[in-house]
C-alpha cells in the first residue's frame, strides 16, 4: 500500500541554523512528490514537487528537497532558517494519472528559537 | 483569481443536525478533493470528483456525501453530525496533468 512517513513529529531549530525534514514513501513506481506548508489556521501552500528530471529540486522561500530514490526519500532542506519558517509541513505522494490524488504524510511542526 | 474558497470558516453543530460544507474554485479545474485534518494525522481524503457529474470515495468517506454539478463548486454534506466529525476540512482543486493541488483555507467544524 502506498504510504508516507514523516519521523519527526515536532522539531525545534534556532534562527539561522539549518533545517531538514524527512519524509520517506512507500510506493510501487516512481510517484509524484510534492512539500506543502501550512501556517496556523491557514491552508496548505505548495513549496515545490517533484515530477521527473534533476532529483534536486528548488522551491519557493529559498527551500530545496532533493528525491532519493535508492532511499525512497524526499527530504526537505533550507540552509538557514527565518522566524517566519515556524509552520507545519506536510510531504505527500502521488500517482501520474491518478487522478491528481494524494497521500499525505503525518506533518513536522517546525518551531524556530528566536 | 480567488482560487478556492470555503465557507463556512467556522461552525458549531450539534449531534444530528446536518450542514452543508460549500467550496468554490474559479481556476477551471477539473479535480476537486475534500480532505480533514486531525491533529498528528495529516490530512485524509473524503471524497473527491474528476469532472461535473463525477465523483468517487477517498479513503473516509463514512457520514458524508458530495455532488458536483458544476465545474466550480463542490460542495460537501454531512447528514447526521457525529463528534467523530469533529475536524478541519480542506478543499482543493487541480488540473489533470499538473497534480498540484490547490487549497481553500479551511472550513474548523465542532460537533458536540
Sequence with gaps: AQSVTQPDIHITVSEGASLELRCNYSYGATPYLFWYVQSPGQGLQLLLKYFSGDTLVQGIKGFEAEFKRSQSSFNLRKPSVHWSDAAEYFCAVGAPGNTGKLIFGQGTTLQVKP | ?112
Excluded at chain 2, 15 to 43: A, E, F, K, V
Excluded at chain 2, 54 to 68: A, F
Design chain 2, 1 to 112: 483569481n480567488a482560487g478556492v474558497t470555503q465557507t463556512p470558516k467556522f461552525r458549531i453543530l450539534k449531534i444530528g443536525q446536518s450542514m452543508t460544507l460549500q467550496c468554490t474554485q474559479d481556476m477551471n479545474h477539473n479535480y476537486m478533493y475534500w480532505y480533514r485534518q486531525d491533529p498528528g494525522m495529516g490530512l485524509k481524503l473524503i471524497y473527491y470528483s474528476v469532472g461535473a457529474g463525477i465523483t468517487d470515495k477517498g479513503e473516509v468517506p463514512n457520514g458524508y456525501n458530495v455532488s458536483r454539478s458544476t465545474t466550480e463548486d463542490f460542495p460537501l454534506r454531512l447528514e447526521l453530525a457525529a463528534p467523530s466529525q469533529t475536524s478541519v476540512y480542506f478543499c482543493a482543486s487541480s488540473y489533470p496533468g499538473q497534480e498540484t493541488q490547490y487549497f481553500g483555507p479551511g472550513t474548523r467544524l465542532l460537533v458536540l
